[in-house]
């Protein structure tokens, strides 16, 4: 119930950016420098990627809630959540240089590399039947994936110039 209020206020803040940056009111200073922490790092293109940063942090922090006793769950959900992410961050470019880009691509490279070396280091014997639901979630991923960059070609190559 406590952080609802302040992922009102990030997500309120990041629609109205751009309004509030054409306003010349104190108010809408105001209300800038107070939201100044979800944007500052972020080229202009991409401000709106200090929401994404906090939902990604949100949901890796609410998977070892959701599947407590399941470590195959668990590994498979937090793999997911990072290889989306990482995606999305060298797609979008969203840090103001390019060895901030870089050097995000590759801490998502190493989180999911100790990831996969704790998933070798588990006991997941025991978790048989996990590993059959991830794999259905996995390439339900995948081929989701697969189907709208697909998509996301064809609408391209579609456009008029």
Wanted: proline share 4%; glycine share 4%; charged share 10%.
């Amino acid at each position: 119930c406590i952080p609802l209020p302040f992922t009102v206020f990030a997500v309120y803040s990041c629609f109205r950016h751009k309004a509030l940056l054409l306003d010349s009111s104190v108010a809408s200073f105001r209300m800038l420098q107070t939201s100044r922490f979800l944007w500052f790092r972020f080229s202009h293109e991409c401000y709106y990627y200090g929401l994404l940063q906090l939902l990604r942090n949100f949901l890796l922090s609410i998977v070892p809630i959701f599947a407590a006793y399941d470590p195959v769950v668990q590994i498979g959900c937090m793999a997911l959540i990072i290889i989306v992410f990482l995606v999305l961050q060298a797609y979008l470019q969203p840090w103001r240089t390019f060895e901030a880009n870089l050097f995000d691509t590759g801490t998502a490279a190493t989180i999911l590399g100790a990831l996969v070396c704790a998933a070798m280091a588990s006991d997941l014997q025991a978790y048989q039947s996990s590993f059959t639901s991830m794999a259905i979630i996995v390439v339900f991923f995948f081929v989701s994936l697969l189907l709208g960059a697909m998509g996301y070609v064809v609408v391209t190559l579609s456009a008029p110039d």
